[in-house]
Protein backbone atom coordinates (compact mmCIF):
# COMPACT_ATOMS: atom_id res chain seq x y z
CA UNK A 1 0.00 0.00 0.00
CA UNK A 2 3.41 2.01 -0.50
CA UNK A 3 2.15 5.61 -1.50
CA UNK A 4 -1.50 4.78 -0.94
CA UNK A 5 -3.90 7.87 -0.39
CA UNK A 6 -6.04 6.42 2.30
CA UNK A 7 -7.00 9.96 3.71
CA UNK A 8 -10.55 10.79 5.62
CA UNK A 9 -11.31 6.58 5.41
CA UNK A 10 -12.90 4.22 8.01
CA UNK A 11 -10.44 1.73 8.63
CA UNK A 12 -12.15 0.91 11.96
CA UNK A 13 -11.12 -3.08 12.58
CA UNK A 14 -8.73 -3.28 9.52
CA UNK A 15 -5.49 -5.52 9.83
CA UNK A 16 -2.22 -3.78 8.61
CA UNK A 17 -0.30 -5.94 10.11
CA UNK A 18 3.30 -6.34 8.13
CA UNK A 19 1.68 -3.91 5.63
CA UNK A 20 4.24 -0.94 3.75
CA UNK A 21 2.15 2.12 4.06
CA UNK A 22 5.67 4.15 3.41
CA UNK A 23 4.98 7.38 2.11
CA UNK A 24 1.20 6.96 2.57
CA UNK A 25 -1.37 9.10 3.49
CA UNK A 26 -3.92 8.49 6.60
CA UNK A 27 -4.80 11.93 7.03
CA UNK A 28 -7.94 12.33 8.78
CA UNK A 29 -8.90 8.64 8.95
CA UNK A 30 -10.16 6.79 11.46
CA UNK A 31 -8.33 3.49 12.33
CA UNK A 32 -10.25 1.91 15.68
CA UNK A 33 -9.55 -1.10 16.41
CA UNK A 34 -6.99 -1.21 13.12
CA UNK A 35 -3.60 -4.02 13.53
CA UNK A 36 -0.42 -1.91 12.96
CA UNK A 37 1.19 -4.87 14.29
CA UNK A 38 5.47 -4.66 12.07
CA UNK A 39 3.55 -2.45 9.58
CA UNK A 40 6.10 0.21 8.17
CA UNK A 41 4.99 3.74 8.47
CA UNK A 42 8.70 5.79 7.03
CA UNK A 43 7.36 9.26 5.63
CA UNK A 44 3.35 8.51 6.37
CA UNK A 45 1.40 11.36 6.29
CA UNK A 46 -0.89 11.00 9.62
CA UNK A 47 -2.36 14.19 10.76
CA UNK A 48 -5.78 14.68 11.94
CA UNK A 49 -5.50 10.58 11.74
CA UNK A 50 -7.48 8.97 14.61
CA UNK A 51 -5.14 6.18 15.79
CA UNK A 52 -6.21 6.55 19.43
CA UNK A 53 -7.45 2.87 19.35
CA UNK A 54 -5.35 1.39 16.83
CA UNK A 55 -3.78 -2.21 17.93
CA UNK A 56 -0.06 -2.93 17.38
CA UNK A 57 1.47 0.62 17.41
CA UNK A 58 5.14 1.22 18.74
CA UNK A 59 7.13 4.50 19.33
CA UNK A 60 9.42 3.18 16.66
CA UNK A 61 6.40 2.74 13.44
CA UNK A 62 5.16 6.58 14.77
CA UNK A 63 9.29 8.31 14.71
CA UNK A 64 9.26 7.36 11.35
CA UNK A 65 5.76 9.26 10.46
CA UNK A 66 5.04 12.81 10.95
CA UNK A 67 1.43 13.93 12.62
CA UNK A 68 0.02 17.39 13.46
CA UNK A 69 -2.03 18.78 16.47
CA UNK A 70 -5.29 16.94 15.20
CA UNK A 71 -3.52 13.37 15.20
CA UNK A 72 -4.98 11.00 17.36
CA UNK A 73 -2.32 8.46 19.01
CA UNK A 74 -2.30 5.76 22.10
CA UNK A 75 -1.50 7.46 25.14
CA UNK A 76 1.86 6.78 25.11
CA UNK A 77 2.84 7.22 21.83
CA UNK A 78 3.76 10.82 20.29
CA UNK A 79 4.33 12.05 16.52
CA UNK A 80 6.98 14.70 15.25
CA UNK A 81 5.02 17.34 13.35
CA UNK A 82 4.96 17.45 9.51
CA UNK A 83 7.42 20.31 8.01
CA UNK A 84 5.99 22.32 5.41
CA UNK A 85 3.11 21.17 3.03
CA UNK A 86 2.17 17.46 2.81
CA UNK A 87 5.10 15.16 2.66
CA UNK A 88 3.31 13.36 -0.45
CA UNK A 89 3.00 15.16 -3.24
CA UNK A 90 1.28 13.06 -5.70
CA UNK A 91 -0.53 14.83 -8.75
CA UNK A 92 -2.49 13.51 -11.93
CA UNK A 93 -0.63 14.42 -14.53
CA UNK A 94 -3.09 17.73 -16.65
CA UNK A 95 -4.95 16.36 -19.45
CA UNK A 96 -3.93 17.14 -22.97
CA UNK A 97 -5.56 20.21 -23.98
CA UNK A 98 -7.28 19.14 -27.18
CA UNK A 99 -6.36 20.95 -31.16
CA UNK A 100 -8.24 23.84 -32.14
CA UNK A 101 -10.42 23.30 -34.81
CA UNK A 102 -9.00 24.88 -37.85
CA UNK A 103 -11.13 28.35 -38.98
CA UNK A 104 -12.98 27.59 -41.92
CA UNK A 105 -11.91 29.25 -44.97
CA UNK A 106 -13.54 33.04 -45.87
CA UNK A 107 -15.32 33.16 -49.15
CA UNK A 108 -15.86 36.19 -50.58
CA UNK A 109 -19.58 36.52 -51.63
CA UNK A 110 -20.59 39.18 -53.91
CA UNK A 111 -23.84 40.79 -54.07
CA UNK A 112 -25.40 41.85 -56.40
CA UNK A 113 -27.68 44.70 -56.76
CA UNK A 114 -30.12 46.02 -58.69
Known amino acids: ITASN??????????????????????G?????ADFTDASLRRTDIRGADLSDARG???????????DGSTRLPSRLTAQTCRG??????????????????????????VASD
Do not use: H, Y
Request: glycine share 8%.
Open 6 to 27: LSNGDFSGASFRDAELDSARLT
Open 29 to 33: GRFAR
Open 57 to 67: LTQSQINQACG
Open 85 to 110: GSRIVRAAPAAPVPPVPPVPPRRNLV
